[in-house]
């Protein structure tokens, strides 16, 4: 049941004439407000399951948890990808207790059900007691999400069987998915490991944070050092603070409708695909400059140097972020409470890398990325020290108006890298959700 | 060919890098390591610590000596936020066992508790340790470190900004 219009209308607010976006604080403490989310954000959502590249042979599994359900992700054993609840459909058990493998069956076990890869229930482990085609209807195979749709093998489910198309849920994000994927004339693939861990904010913190470009001084200007001391001496040394010192004057933050946006920016760290820097090593040079070369035959220079050059940070709302920087994540953030939440991240690379190449991109990953990174711990410190402080202070709203456009759809909005107006996509989209004006349906 | 360490003498110096670790002298810490060391910590998801590489699997951490100093400086600076105000920490090192020769050092495992501090809440980071230390004129320096925590993730522990 969506907020009605009064409680809603108090959450977020924008005024054009005062140039003011604002979000109450409630929205990110409230008991209420998570479970309204419970129900309409994480019901009415498509919700990034994995990757199709996770599951490399029949009978690959993963199980994990995605909006409070835990799910079995599987290629069966027709190569076709499918995600059922993680429950034996006699007592309840949970079958699959491991974090990832490949079985060809699932034997329950409590009672001994046996659930073969396409989820059919192939035996009740019972010679009596049971009427013979008590499983005609299929009501005892493992039960699939409602729907599981993917785009460029990243897999979304959809708890409600009435949502709109995952392709068009995405509307101007599969250019932002396509400008990663077109990388490779290969596939991109999830590459081996992942982060776990939990911060103790609310999700949308971590979405707002991920493609945020106005905190990049304040919050890493300690990976800033790091990078400058790294290049001191060779001819990469200025830079840092060349790139810093325009940082605002080239690239953008674009809303792409339906409360996704992305921060295309310019930072001075290389990129696999595709920036050589001289603290890469001369020996990946000729590699990335053949990348580079490719895609500029395959896509002219003008989408060849997006691709190539620009970092990139996208939310697809509500809770995935893909950052296409110094290396390339893919990371889940996982809602479990008002204030807290459990995220999982993903290394994503070209299958067709060079191993040096891709040593490269996993060194670029740790030495940023994650939680024990230079860059990530501090941003999450940041999550941390607003939650906190926004539940034990009286202050109502939280002010995310910089860059605010006079009028428009504010989901499809432009500006600089240090504006908040990806923020106000979000929010916007997630405040029509709520009232139950988007009903992301048919 | 220098001598192996005796379980004293590697002890000694592992008490010692913790002492430094617990008194926050990161720098001093540094030098501990040689100009081709690697401090790694596996991925508590990986399905094989010790025998992972971090040139094709995610770690946590993977360190050779230019990022073991630049997170050494880096935890010293109030801007490195994660760790403003310093965390607390207390390293335990136990069950120190000589393995033998590697890479013209001393190989050696040892077993780790790393409680840390941060506000009100304690946690804590357990797992075995991999090293090689050598002889470097009079003095022991570490050349490889590898630990291998006995997590599954990181969920109780948040982030790992601390030095293991």
């Known amino acids: ?442 | 060919m220098p001598s192996l360490l005796t379980r004293t003498e590697a002890e000694d110096f592992l008490f010692h890098e913790a002492e430094l670790l617990d008194d926050w002298l990161m720098p001093e810490w540094a030098a501990l390591y040689t100009e081709d060391a690697l401090y790694e910590v596996t991925s508590p998801a990986s399905p094989d610590p010790k025998a992972s590489d971090a040139k094709d699997s995610l770690f946590l951490i993977s360190d050779r000596i230019d990022r073991i100093r630049g997170r050494a400086s880096r935890l010293m600076k109030k801007s490195a936020h994660a760790e403003f105000p310093r965390s607390k920490t207390r390293h335990l090192v136990t069950n120190v066992r000589i393995v033998g020769e590697e890479d013209g050092g001393t190989r050696l495992r040892a077993n780790i508790a790393v409680y840390r501090t941060k506000e009100d809440t304690s946690t804590v980071f357990m797992g075995e340790a991999w090293y090689t230390i050598v002889r470097e004129g009079d003095a022991l320096k570490i050349r490889r470190k590898r630990i291998i925590l006995d997590l599954n993730s990181l969920y109780n522990q948040g982030r790992l900004t601390i030095i293991l």
């Open chain 1, 1 to 442: 049941m969506p907020l009605d219009n009064s409680q809603q209308a108090a959450l977020v607010q924008a005024n054009a004439e005062k140039g003011s976006f604002r979000v109450s604080r409630t929205a990110y403490k409230s008991k209420e407000v998570f479970e309204q989310e419970k129900k309409l954000i994480f019901e009415k959502c498509w919700l990034y399951l994995g990757h199709g590249t996770e599951l490399k042979k029949k009978g690959d599994f993963a199980s994990r948890r995605v909006g409070g359900r835990d799910i079995i992700f599987i290629r069966d054993r027709n190569d076709q990808v499918a995600a059922f609840y993680n429950t034996c459909t006699h007592r309840g058990a949970k079958i699959c207790r491991e974090h990832n493998g490949n079985a060809r069956t699932f034997a329950c076990p409590y009672h001994g059900w046996v659930f073969n890869s396409e989820g059919k229930l192939v035996s009740q482990n019972a010679n009596s007691g049971y009427v013979e085609n008590l499983n005609e209807d299929g009501h005892l195979d493992l039960v699939p999400v409602p729907r599981l749709e993917n785009y460029r093998d990243f897999y979304f489910l959809n708890y409600n069987p009435k949502a709109i198309s995952l392709h068009d849920y995405l509307a101007g994000a599969r250019d932002a998915i396509d400008a990663i994927c077109d990388q490779t004339e290969d596939k991109q693939i999830i590459l081996p490991g992942e982060h776990s861990y939990s911060v103790r904010a609310n999700y949308k913190f971590m979405a707002e944070n991920s493609y945020d470009g106005y905190h990049l001084l304040p919050v890493h200007a300690s990976f800033f050092d790091h990078l400058r001391d790294q290049y001191a001496g060779t001819a990469a040394s200025h830079v840092v603070d060349e790139t810093i010192a325009s940082y605002n004057s080239r690239g953008a933050v674009r809303g792409l409708g339906m409360g996704h946006a992305i921060l295309d920016s310019y930072v001075p760290t290389g990129r696999p695909v595709a920036q050589w820097l001289p603290s890469m090593g001369a020996a990946l040079k000729p590699e990335i400059e053949a990348k580079y070369a490719r895609l500029v035959e395959r896509f002219g220079k003008e989408r060849a140097d997006y691709i190539a050059e620009t970092q990139k940070n996208l939310v697809i709302f509500p809770n995935l972020v893909i950052n296409d920087i110094l290396s390339t994540t893919v990371r889940y953030v996982e809602p479990e409470g008002p204030d807290m939440m459990r995220v999982t991240a993903w290394a994503l690379g070209p299958r067709d890398e060079s191993p040096e190449l891709r040593a490269m991109r996993l060194d670029n990953f740790v030495s940023f990325l994650g939680p024990a990174g230079f860059g990530s711990p501090d941003d999450i410190e940041m999550l941390e020290i607003c939650q906190t402080a926004l539940e034990h202070t009286p202050i109502e709203w939280n002010e995310i108006s910089k860059g605010m456009a006079p009028g428009g759809d504010r989901r499809t909005i432009t500006g600089a890298p240090d504006d908040e107006i990806q923020m106000q996509a979000y929010w916007t989209q997630w405040d029509m959700i709520m009232r139950g004006i988007e009903t992301l349906e048919a």
